[in-house]
């Protein structure tokens, strides 16, 4: 069985409980009572993902700053069969 590689670099993680860990705000409403996420999607898309809990508005966000509609990303992370 072969061996993953794990990076050794720490991965800051937001909070909603601590303000001072939360980053960013919402696109939609200014909220700053978001989740974000970095995640690969299926076909190998690095993105982050974000989730307002004030108006539940989401986005996904390339490493070059394209934001994908909700369509593109339900493409993406489709398996071949």
Do not use: K, N, Y
Not at 12 to 40: E, P
Request: aromatic share 2%; proline share 2%; glycine share 8%.
């Amino acid at each position: 069985m072969a061996r993953v590689a794990r990076s050794t670099e720490p991965v800051v993680l937001g909070s909603l409980t601590q303000r001072g860990a939360r980053q960013g705000s919402c696109q939609a409403c200014g909220s700053a009572r978001v989740t974000q996420i970095a995640m690969t999607l299926t076909d190998g898309t690095p993105v982050d993902f974000r989730s307002c809990l004030a108006c539940e508005h989401r986005s996904w966000t390339t490493t070059d700053g394209t934001v994908l509609d909700r369509e593109t990303v339900l493409v993406r992370t489709q398996r071949e069969r």
